[in-house]
RNA sequence: GGCGCUAUCGUCUAGGGGACUAGGACGGGGCCCUCUCAAGGCCCAAACACGGGUUCGAAUCCCGUUAGCGCUACCA
C-alpha cells in the first residue's frame, strides 16, 4: 500500500483561522503518523478576495504552530490551464454542457423559486438546446459557463469519521464547473487538484460534506476513483454558534499576541474535536503523533474554550525551565518598554512563573520587579493599607529598619525569612501584618510569590528604595502622644 | 422550505449491550499547605435531549420527535 498523501488547502481571504489552524494541524498529524505527506495548497481561486498578506499570514501561523509542509505551496491560480482542460473533457464527452443563462436570469429564477416556497433547482434548458442553435450562439460570442450533467444515481461514500453517508443526486442541481471567463469553480479546481496531486484522504471541514456527492461526481465523471474522505467537526463560539470574529480572538496570530505557546495551542486543538481514548491531557507533540488517528476524531462540533487554552498553556508554561524562556520574555519586556538590563532573568522568571499563565502575564510581572515606575498600586492593596490604617505606615518602617540591617551579602530569601520573622515576633505582629505592606510597595498588589523571594529577587537596593519612596511621600503616622 | 450532519456534566471528552453508583480534564465550591495569590495535593456539586421499540439487560442498536449546526452562488 502506497503511503497516504493528504493536504491542507487554504483559501487566503482571511487570516488563518483556530478551525483552519486545526483542520491543518489533524492532516499534518495523520500524515506523520502515517509516515504520509502533507501537501499544501493556497486555493487563490477568488481573485477578488485573495490576497498575498493573507497568504503570509497563513504560512506564519502554520510555520509557528509547528506544522510543516512536505510540497508546496501551490498556488491554485497556476493550474487554471488543467481545469479549464479538464472541463472541457467533460464537455466533449458529454458529461458537461454548456449554459448560456446569465447570471441575471438565474438571480431572476432563483429569486422566484424562493418567493413560491421552493428551492431553486437548474431545470437543464440549455442542455436541451439544438446543436445548431449552441453552435450559433458560441458564433455571435455569447458567453457561457459550463455545467456539469448530473447523473441520475445515489452517491454513497464512507466518511472517516461520520461512517455511512448517501445523498442522492437528485438533491444537486447541474452545478457550475466553468465560469464564463474560463475559470474553474471550487468544485472542479478542488477535484482537478486533488486528483494532479495524487491525494488519497481529504481531511476536511464539515461544512464541506455537501460538497462531497458533487465531488464525487467528478471523480468519476474523469476516470478516478474517489478519495478517502474525512469530515471534522465544527468549531463553535461560546454561544454555540460557528466560531467567529465576533465572538473575539479566532486567528491564531491572535493567541500567538497574547502569549500562548505553540505547543500548547497545538496540544489543546489537536484535543478539540479528536481524543486518543484515554484520560490524557498533556500530549507532547511525539506522543501526539503516535496516537493520532481518524477514528478518534469526534463527529459533532466543539465549543473553543479560551480558559481550557490558557490553563494549558500555563501548563506548559510551568514545565518550561526558566533558561527556555529568558528571549521570549526579553521580548515582551522589550514591548512592554522596560530596558531588560545586564541581570539574570533566570530567577525573576523562576519566582513569578507559577502564578502566570502566559509569557505576557509572565514578562508583565517581571516588569514590575525590574522597574518601579511600573508599580501600581491597585484597589485590593488600597483596601489593604486602609484596612490595617497606621499600622500599614509602621509596619514598613519596622520593615526598612530591618532590612538595612541584612548586608548585600546576607541578601538571600532564607536570611530575609528567618528576620523578618524575628522582627514581627518582637515587634508582637502577626507575619502577616509585616509582609503584606512590604508586598503591596513593591508591587503595588496584594498578590506574588511569598516577600522573602520577592526581595530577593528585587534586591537589596532597590527593595530598599521603593520603601524609602513609600515612607517619604506617606504622611507620617501621628505619633501617639 | 429541501437535503445533510449532530445530540453524555456549563465546556472538552471517556464510553462502542452487562465492568456505570456513567470515568477524566477545564471552570465552580470546599479543605490542606501558607505571609497573600497562585502552583500542588485531597474532597464535593454537576450529564446520558425527549418518546417509542429491539433485548433477560441499553448512554451504547433501530425508529420517530425536538433542538442546534452546515449546505442550498458564475464564493471557497
Redesign the pocket.
Known sequence: MTSPRVRFAP?PTGYLHVGGARTALFNWLYARHTGGVFVLRI?D??KE?STDAHTRVILDGLGWLGITWDEGPYF?GAYAGRHRADAERLLASGKAYRCF???EE?DER?AKAEAA????RYDRRCWRLAADEVAGRIERGM?F?IRFFVPDEEVAWKDAV??P?A?HSQ?LDDF?IL???GSA???L?VVSDDIAMRITHVIRG??????TPKQILLYRALGHEPPVFAHV??I?GPD???LSKRHGATAVGDYRDQGIFPAAMRNFLA?????P?A?R?ILPEDELIRLFSL??I??????F?V??LE?MN??YL?ATPAGELLEPVRRELGRLGVAPDTRDLGPLIDAVK??SRTIVQLAEQVAVRLDRTRVRLDPKGEQLARKLGPQFQRSLELAQRTLEGISAGDWAAERL?ETLKAAAEQNGLK??DL??PI?VVLTGS????????LLAVVGREESLGRLADHLRSAPRPTPAS
Open positions: 483559501s486555493e481561486t477568488d478576495r491554485q443563462c446569465t447570471r438565474l432563483r416556497g421552493g428551492g431553486f458567453p459557463t461520520h461512517g453517508i445523498v438533491e457550475v465560469r464564463s471567463d469553480i471550487y468544485n479546481a464539515d461544512d464541506h460534506v455537501s460538497n467537526p465544527m463553535l454555540g454558534k460557528k484535543l478539540l474535536g479528536w481524543s481514548g484520560d491531557e477514528e478518534g469526534q463527529s459533532k462540533p466543539a465549543v474554550d480558559t481550557k490553563w500555563g501548563q510551568s507559577a502564578r525569612l507575619l502577616g509582609l503584606q508586598r496584594t498578590v506574588s510569590e511569598p516577600v522573602n523571594d
